[in-house]
């Protein structure tokens, strides 16, 4: 499905998403902003309506319909973005492939393990680029931090830490369809943990409880939890998990090796440092996913576009999408059996 390159004119990619909700609408504005060499020709939403259509006709998105299987069928179109509610993923994703388009699929891919491998053999009988938007391993400081590992500034890898705070819990209905903190929250940081590592994880171990919102203990759920994981190389990795940090979404890293650490803060407005007699105060974190990652979402979306380009590799492929399923099925195992699960146990 890739365009002709013309002697040395740039490919445009025609891409259509998925699902007009807050991350799709997130993608539409990098794509239409941010990201050069790409144009949407179609978004598609059951729940299209006047404000969705006029806003996307205003970014410069030509057709909007309620059903994607227009996107699909439309021979223009390269490739896909899946924005839509979870449990539309995997089957839209092998639905977008047996069409011979390249995918986006929007974390996590699926909960269940046998649905994720119907993609796995989807991709393998129509070998489309698949690439999973797990956006974190595009910021910044996340990237500084897994440079300097693979670089071996801090020599062999023995302790990595995680912290990952959200301002403020969900309300129990998104709870209660969620999948679990682990599935749902922590599936950014099992990820994370992976990608600091360089490896998967061989097996995991969790502490949980209610502690911000009885309700959302009532919807079956827990709401923070420090979670310890071995890795295959070794390192031991630690990951604190809260619903709600009052002062900002707190988002930090650091790893610990034989030659040393990296370790990167939270981002901020700005700089700025007030020092006077009442004391030394900086701004808070920003204040969720919407304000930290903006950029990070663009750099993912620009990396699918130039894999379909450079007929590359991906970033992040469909195991990648795998992984952190299995590390939070795993996690939900050890809470329920109070014990360290490793991830052969959930990957069958
Ligand atoms: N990578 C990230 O940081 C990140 C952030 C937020 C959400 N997400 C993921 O993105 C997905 C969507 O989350 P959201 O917060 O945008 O939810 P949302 O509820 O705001 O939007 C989902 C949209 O999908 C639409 N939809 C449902 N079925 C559809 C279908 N068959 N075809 C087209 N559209 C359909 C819904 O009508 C809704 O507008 C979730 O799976 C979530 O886990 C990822």
Redesign the pocket.
């Known amino acids: 499905m890739l365009h002709k390159q013309k002697g040395d004119q740039k490919i445009m990619v025609t891409v259509g998403i998925?699902?007009?909700?807050?991350?799709?609408?997130?993608h539409v504005e990098s794509i239409c902003t941010k990201v050069g060499n790409a144009k949407i020709k179609a978004l598609?939403?059951?729940?299209?309506n006047e404000e969705?259509d006029l806003w996307a006709k205003k970014m410069g998105v030509e057709i909007t319909t309620?059903?994607?299987k227009e996107i699909l069928a439309d021979p223009e179109i390269d490739a896909v973005l899946?924005?839509?509610?979870?449990?539309?993923?995997s089957p839209?994703s092998v639905e977008a492939i047996q069409a011979g388009k390249h995918v986006f699929c929007?974390?996590?891919i699926d909960h269940d393990v046998a649905k994720i491998k119907e993609v796995i053999d989807a991709l393998a009988k129509n070998p489309v680029k698949y690439q999973v938007?797990?956006?974190?391993r595009f910021d910044h400081n996340f990237e500084a931090v897994r440079d300097a590992v693979a670089a071996g500034k801090i020599g062999d890898t023995h302790i990595i830490k995680i912290t990952s705070r959200d301002p403020e819990p969900p309300c129990a209905d998104y709870v209660k369809v969620?999948g679990g903190m682990f599935l749902?929250m922590t599936?950014?940081d099992f990820d994370m943990v992976r990608f600091l590592a360089g490896c998967n994880a061989a097996e995991v171990y969790v502490e949980a409880a209610v502690l911000v919102d009885p309700a959302i203990g009532e919807a079956g759920d827990v709401d923070t939890a420090v979670i310890t994981l071995k890795m295959e190389n070794g390192a031991i990795a630690v990951i604190d998990n809260s619903r709600q940090a009052v002062y900002g979404y707190d988002q930090r890293a650091e790893v610990f090796g034989s030659k040393g650490m990296v370790a990167t803060g939270n981002d901020t407005a700005s700089a700025a440092v007030i020092s006077n007699v009442d004391g030394v105060t900086g701004e808070k974190p920003l204040h969720f996913?919407?304000e930290r990652?903006m950029d990070a979402?663009a750099k993912?979306i620009k990396c699918f576009i130039e894999a379909i380009e450079n007929d590359t590799e991906t970033p992040l492929g469909v195991d990648d999408g795998l992984q952190p399923v299995l590390m939070g099925l795993a996690a939900k195992k050890s809470l329920e059996e109070h014990r360290p699960v490793k991830i052969a146990e959930v990957a069958v």
Do not use: Q, W
């Open positions: 998925i699902g007009a909700g807050r991350i799709g609408r997130v598609a939403d059951p729940f299209m969705t309620k059903d994607y899946i924005c839509s509610s979870t449990d539309t993923h839209i929007e974390k996590p938007g797990f956006n974190r969620s749902d599936i950014h996913f919407l990652y979402y993912e």
